[in-house]
Antibody, heavy 118, light 106 residues
Framework: EVQLVESGGGLVQPGGSLRLSCAASGFTFSTYWMHWVRQAPGKGLVWVARINGDGSSTYYADSVKGRFTISRDNAKNTLYLQMNRLTGDDTALYYC???????????WGQGDLVTVSS | DIQMTQSPSTLSASVGDRVIITCRASQSVSPWLAWHQQKPGKAPKLLIYKVSILQSGVPSRFSGSGSGTEFTLTISSLQPDDFATYYCQQYNSYVSFGPGTKVDIK
């Protein structure tokens, strides 16, 4: 059974940093591109970042470029999102998702809440 | 960037109704269009990918169609479990989501 479990979220002050993790199981992690998608309270889904299977290629939404870094450790079956210089606009539930080239986002984690507030 | 729009933003319907949600893209995304369902407090769930292919386990009352820049999600007979928010999503050029359509009880 495919499982994606996010962790690392919480309350952080503006300008602070946080690192999210997503533990994957039930599939061959290294063969899938992975993405982060976020959802501000009461709002819609917004794509954040993606990484290819071996970690050699990444891409970011303009709103997080230069502040967020997506990475992965295939030996640990874990996806990461390092978030720096956080602002209130980054307050959201962050989902990690598995991406199939044909199916797109076929599995989602349960989400992890990041709250940026003083 | 490809912009996605959906209509309506909210739809009030009754159990048994036929429901149609429209999604439009700012440029052609065929065939890379998916639909996700999200219930309150839950993660999104993939319903349909590549415009019309049902994800495993999704009831056959859901169907997708369209091409180019215009797509529809149809629920043939709305069930109590279907009251949720539905998002279209393109994956032709990177990724972007529509703003969502909330289906609530009339």
């Amino acid at each position: 059974e495919v499982q994606l479990v996010e962790s690392g979220g919480g309350l952080v002050q503006p300008g602070g940093s946080l690192r999210l993790s997503c533990a994957a199981s039930g599939f061959t992690f290294s063969t899938y591109w992975m993405h982060w998608v976020r959802q501000a309270p009461g709002k819609g889904l917004v794509w954040v970042a993606r990484i290819n299977g071996d970690g050699s290629s990444t891409y970011y939404a303009d709103s997080v470029k230069g502040r967020f870094t997506i990475s992965r450790d295939n030996a640990k079956n874990t996806l990461y999102l390092q978030m720096n210089r956080l602002t209130g606009d980054d307050t959201a539930l962050y989902y990690c998702t598995r991406y199939g080239m044909t199916t797109s986002f076929d599995y989602w984690g349960q989400g992890d809440l990041v709250t940026v507030s003083s | 960037d490809i912009q996605m729009t959906q209509s309506p933003s909210t739809l009030s319907a009754s159990v048994g109704d036929r429901v149609i949600i429209t999604c439009r893209a700012s440029q052609s995304v065929s065939p890379w269009l998916a639909w996700h369902q999200q219930k309150p407090g839950k993660a999104p769930k993939l319903l349909i990918y590549k415009v019309s292919i049902l994800q495993s386990g999704v009831p056959s009352r859901f169907s997708g169609s369209g091409s180019g820049t215009e797509f529809t999600l149809t629920i043939s007979s709305l069930q109590p479990d279907d009251f949720a928010t539905y998002y279209c999503q393109q994956y032709n050029s990177y990724v972007s989501f529509g703003p969502g359509t909330k289906v609530d009880i009339k």
